[in-house]
């Protein structure tokens, strides 16, 4: 289905450190230099309400919180800046690029954190409303390869172990997403430098129309 708004909508989504931000600077500058309309934001956040509830997400004192009350606010957040930023930038023509979006939830509530796939997919379909995602930047870059932790000391005791697990889980998870989406991801194993990577980025959106 295409996205019937006349921009086109692009997510950036990996695990952690592996370039996300890094790529989204690159493409700005491009799109600046180029003279392209576009619009970068980022999830959680990306308008005033919902960086409030990013504060909520991510504030150490909320350690408590379960894992759907978590879900739920990340869609609430996405809803909010979905309806008031991404929508009508897109109506206006714009390509709009987001750090982290649906695929995000999916990966990290859904796949790594357990909450079945079908509540995270409804309740992302709830926060989309009429709007899809044309393409995903898909950063493939496993956790153990992730550029923070290059030259980061070995992760041995327990909980890091854990948390290896974990971000494991996210990483298949992304995979499992992108074999059920095999013509919106447009991945890049990001093995070269970030300039590297970046000409094979713009040229892939190129090939697209985007850019
Ligand atoms: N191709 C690359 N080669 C080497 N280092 C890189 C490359 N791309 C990015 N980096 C470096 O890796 C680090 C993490 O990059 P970045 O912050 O863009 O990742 P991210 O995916 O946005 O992370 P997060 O999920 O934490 O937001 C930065 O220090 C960045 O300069
Ligand atoms: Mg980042």
Redesign the pocket.
């Known amino acids: 289905m295409e996205n019937k708004h006349k921009g086109k909508f692009i997510t950036l989504e990996?695990c952690?450190?592996?370039?996300?931000?890094?790529?989204l600077q690159l493409l700005k500058e491009y799109c600046m230099a180029h003279n392209i309309n576009a619009v970068f934001t980022r999830e959680p956040g990306g308008c005033e309400i919902s960086e409030k509830i990013r504060d909520v997400i991510l504030n150490p004192d909320n350690c408590g919180m379960s894992d759907m009350t978590e879900l739920m606010l990340y869609c609430a957040a996405r809803s909010q800046h979905t309806q008031t930023v991404i929508k009508p930038a897109l109506s206006s023509g714009a390509v709009v690029f987001c750090?982290r979006y649906c695929d995000s939830t999916a990966a990290y509530q859904g796949y790594a954190r357990g909450i079945s796939i079908d509540t995270v997919n409804m309740l992302n379909a709830a926060a989309m409303g009429d709007v899809k995602i044309d393409y995903t930047v898909f950063?493939d870059v496993p956790p153990d390869k992730g550029?923070?932790r290059k030259g980061g000391a070995e992760k041995n005791d327990r909980l890091e172990m854990e948390e290896f697990d974990f971000h494991r889980r996210v990483y298949n998870g992304f995979k499992e997403i992108e074999k059920a989406n095999p013509e919106r991801f447009l991945s890049f194993k990001?093995e070269?430098?970030?300039y590297e990577?970046h000409e094979l980025i713009v040229a892939a959106l190129k090939e697209r129309g985007v850019l």
């Open positions: 990996g952690e450190g592996v370039g996300k931000s890094t790529q750090d950063m550029f923070k990001a070269g430098t970030k990577t």
